[in-house]
């Protein structure tokens, strides 16, 4: 339980000390309150000075305390909302890194055992040896020098085929043992030996790649670099002598440029950063806000932060990545921080209900699911308060006849209703403001989803088409005849790759005509020497260049047993003539639990880390069919069924809408995959992905809300008070959307239900019993008699009490009008040929000539209200045993 502290004139959680004086919204709401609560204290003062009897003392403490509770949860929902929003974006920021480096660690343990880079090191160590004891201008030294640059011009071709397609990377360097550089992609860096201390570490290491982020040698004058290193060994038995060093310079900055763009990182006033271990900033969104190599104060284990940089305060969060696969890379944290001045700026609501169908907006917004009980019971609280205030002035209205009083006791209520109005009106305006968040963040969830599943396919396109530059597939695809240890080769490398490369279920490698030579996966052993007759592999031996790759439909396939996935496919051509394609490979993506990871990634989570009930994501199609669903009543090929608006954005746009949705309502968002650096932007591939995430917000309720009137402030039947013996006191009410009155001389009063019975028997017009002064009297409700539907009787609504004959009955109202006072010229008696004889109508009251008041109101006599009653239930057939019974004296008021 959190402290309570005082701020200004209210109670507040601890929490909220330093932060309520920068939420706008509550800080108004707080000043209208207050000066609501000084014209309270000069309410209750004449109140006690008129002589009526008011005193409105336990009132204005019941509305002050729930001030107090007002602000207290608007400033707890406020603060809530923000957090949320940036710890997901602090979330998201190293999350999504993480997932890409993890790639990068297969890429290093792989391209290490490329054999034309180990026999690269060889050919340099013998030559390099050999010119040692050269003299350096003699005609052999210039001749092996000659080899020895051939040999480096073909690698770095091949460094340049590998960056093609990964274009993560702008560097690769390959050492010797010693650190001398033996060929590099980028020929402008000026590096010949290393002695950097990840050389030795490579060299040495027990673990599968070596991972630095800092100032390098080997990257002079470029300041903090990614670094993947790892040994380049004889074979790939881990014993085997190390022949040299090889690392990938990864385009870190590139990369996050990318990821803040993606998260917002350039509009608005939040900063995103990733820290390293020590709190120093190693990537901003906004260097000119928070600069490189800025030391932060953080703690990730916090909910949020307020912290000081640079003379300002900042609302700060900061999260540890969850890793991804058990990889945690060097321990980053994503920081996101926010000026404390424009941390809570509220927005959405007018834009929102221009998105969101009124009704369906009021449903969610009264659903249970979305705001704590303590928020929800206030505007109920409020309720009873204006009730209990609005009878008792009502009650006094009754009474009264001075006018002085009778004034004094309507603004008293008037007062009581504009602070009703400002409770509702400020937690309907939370209402909105969340709803508009919860739109924008699962559209924000919905594009992390695509995101993520574009940048891991990017990868799936790199790897098909960089293993078909394998040296030993293309030699042994070149030859004429490809005998049984040749294919046992290829399976073995394939073997090797899958072991480092897990996302595929199997690889396999076929022939120019579609024989299937070699696969990975020992258990599919059986495909060996069938023939491939797919649209896939026949597009797949059509590609003509080494960047060129070709993709399945999202279909069934027996690859895959039978399951829905991706196949990826690329040619593998002559060593000796490249133009000529001698045979293919194909990747078999392991689509069920990589999608179903992606989505489970992108879902919003509560305070525990938990998914909430009910929300789901899932990948789709143009035509709405599932590619992947987290929830199991979708499998891939079903169709999802959703608004065609959603299926119909252009690629790259994103949009949310609230959904009615297999029983409730949805809010969801959607985006169109735009693709990651050069996959599907400008490779030529074309595949339409949704991410789409679902959160439930409430139930469809075929129930009709009841349309229930109250007393409008400072709306009036009169102008002016009026005075003498022509004029008639009405007390006025409200039953439905209907505006009735009764003579003030037949009423006493208006009470709760308390101890109303109900009585078995009964017409459906009566409620039940309760003792009034003494006097058993029944309860009526003339809904039916008004033609307004029946609604479920409310135990909180007022029964007017009015003496019908000489006996008391009650009726039951929604709300209660005014006492005014009517001149006998607006008073129109029911005489008209075309009004009943029996009816109940006493008279109908005229608006003023010129008034802005245009509606009639209906006064109706209660003896006769009640005789109709009877009437009606006799000539229905049926035996009324409610007739109401005069007492041997009526007591008066």
């Given amino acids: 339980m959190s402290d309570v502290l005082q701020y200004k004139d209210v109670e507040i959680p601890s929490e909220l000390v330093g932060l309520i004086n920068h939420m706008a919204d509550v800080e108004g709401y707080r000043d209208e309150l207050h000066n609501l609560g000084n014209q309270w204290d000069l309410l209750t003062i004449l109140g006690q000075m008129s002589g009526t009897g008011t005193d409105m003392t336990g009132t204005r403490k019941g509305f002050q305390v729930l001030t107090s509770e007002l602000l207290s949860q608007l400033g707890l929902e406020t603060l809530k909302k923000t957090t949320q929003e940036i710890a997901g974006k602090a979330q998201v920021a190293v999350d999504i890194v993480i997932r890409n480096l993890f790639e990068r660690t297969a890429d290093i343990g792989f391209l290490a055992t490329d054999d034309d880079i180990r026999d690269c090191l060889r050919v340099a160590a013998d030559l390099g040896g050999q010119l040692a004891s050269l003299e350096p201008e003699s005609a052999q030294a ?117 990821v803040f763009r993606n998260l917002g990182g350039d509009s608005g006033w939040s900063v995103i950063t990733l820290l390293d271990r020590s709190g120093r900033v190693i990537a901003s969104s906004d260097v000119y806000h ?43 944290y994503g920081h996101v921080m926010i000026p404390l001045e424009y941390a809570f700026n509220q927005s959405g609501g007018t834009e929102l209900r221009q998105r969101v169908d009124t009704a369906i907006l009021e449903a969610v917004m009264n659903d249970p699911r979305l705001f704590s009980e303590k928020l929800r019971s206030i505007p109920l609280q409020a309720e009873h308060i204006q009730r209990e205030l609005e009878r008792t002035v009502w009650n006094g209205n009754v009474r009264e006849s001075d006018a002085q009083s009778k004034v004094l006791l309507w603004n008293i209520s008037d007062a009581g209703a504009r602070t009703k109005m400002v409770f509702e009106q400020s937690i309907g305006n939370l209402h909105e403001t969340v709803v508009s968040s919860i739109l924008n963040d699962v559209e924000f969830q919905a594009s992390l ?19 078909a530059l394998t040296s030993a597939f293309r030699k042994i695809l070149s ?52 023939m491939l007759t797919d649209d896939l592999s026949h597009h797949t031996l059509m590609l003509d260049n080494s960047q060129d790759y070709a993709v399945s439909p999202f279909e069934a396939t027996p690859l895959y047993e039978g399951r829905h996935t991706y196949v990826y496919g690329a040619a593998i051509s002559d060593i000796a003539r490249p133009d000529r394609v001698v045979g293919g490979i194909g990747i078999v993506f392991d689509s069920e639990p990589q999608f179903r990871e992606m989505l489970l990634d992108s879902l919003p989570r509560d305070q525990k880390g938990d998914v909430p009930d009910g929300c789901f994501g899932a990948f789709v199609d143009r035509k709405g069919r599932i590619i992947s669903s987290t929830s199991p009543r979708f499998e891939a090929g079903d169709s999802l069924g959703v608004n065609g608006e959603f299926l119909r954005l252009r690629n790259g746009r994103g949009t949310s809408r609230i959904i009615e949705f297999d029983g409730s309502y949805y809010a969801v ?59 008639i006191e009405l007390a006025t009410f409200y039953i439905g959307d209907k505006w009735l009155g009764i003579n003030a001389v037949h009423v006493d009063e208006a009470v709760t239900s308390e101890g109303l019975t109900t009585i078995p028997g009964s017409p ?55 006492i005014p006072e009517i001149c006998m010229d607006r008073v129109d008696k029911a005489n008209s040929v075309l009004d009943s004889g029996k009816g109940y109508v006493d008279c109908i009251i005229k608006p003023e000539l010129h008034s802005d008041q245009k509606e009639l109101l209906v006064v109706i006599d209660p003896t006769r209200l009640v005789q109709s009653l009877i009437c009606n239930g006799v000539k229905d057939g049926t035996e009324d045993e409610e007739r109401v019974q005069p007492p041997a004296t009526s007591p008066r008021r």
């Fill in 142 to 258: 210039v001749e092996i020098g000659e080899l020895l640059d051939t040999r480096v011009e073909r690698i770095v071709a091949r460094f340049q085929e590998y960056v093609a397609k990964y274009s993560v990377y702008f560097n690769i360097i390959l050492m010797n043992t010693e650190g001398e550089v033996v060929a590099q992609l980028d020929q402008a860096n000026d590096i010949r030996r290393s002695t950097d201390p990840l050389v030795e570490e490579s060299l040495s290491t027990a673990g599968e790649y070596v991972e630095v982020f800092r100032e390098s040698d080997l990257l002079k004058g470029q300041g903090d670099s990614l670094i993947y290193a790892y040994r380049v060994t004889e074979s790939n038995d881990p014993e085997s002598a190390p022949l040299g060093v090889l690392c990938l310079c990864f385009r870190f900055q590139n990369e996050m440029e990318g």
């Fill in 669 to 727: 968002g959607a985006k169109v995959s735009a693709g990651y650096r050069e996959f599907k932007v400008d490779d030529g591939y074309v595949n339409d992905v949704l991410g789409m995430v679902f959160v439930p917000l409430a139930e469809v309720s075929e129930r009709k809300k009841s349309v229930v009137r109250r007393r409008e402030i400072g709306m009036g039947v009169s102008h002016k008070r009026a005075t003498g013996a022509d004029c």
């Fill in 290 to 332: 928070i600069p490189l190599g800025a030391v932060l104060d953080f703690d990730h284990e916090a909910g949020f932060k307020v912290m000081r940089f640079a003379g300002r305060e900042y609302l700060a969060k900061t999260c540890a990545t969850k890793g991804y696969q058990g990889f945690h890379g060097l321990g980053w």
């Fill in 449 to 467: 989803a695509v995101d993520i599943m574009d940048r891991n396919l990017y990868e799936r396109a790199n790897d098909c088409r960089w293993w």
């Fill in 764 to 818: 459906d017009y009566v409620i039940g019993k309760f003792v009034y002064n003494d006097e058993l009297i029944t309860v009526i409700d003339i809904r039916t008699q008004l033609r307004l539907p029946k609604v479920r009787f409310d135990r909180n609504a007022p029964i007017v009490v009015v003496r019908a004959d000489s006996a008391h009955i009650g009726i039951v109202v929604d709300a209660l009008g005014e």
């Fill in 479 to 530: 030859q004429r005849d490809i005998s049984t240890l040749d294919a046992e080769t290829i399976g073995s490398i394939l073997v090797y790759i899958n072991g480092l490369y897990t996302v595929y279920t199997n690889l396999y490698v076929y022939d120019a005509r579609g024989k299937i030579l070699a696969v990975s996966d020992p258990a599919q052993s059986r495909l060996v020497g069938t």
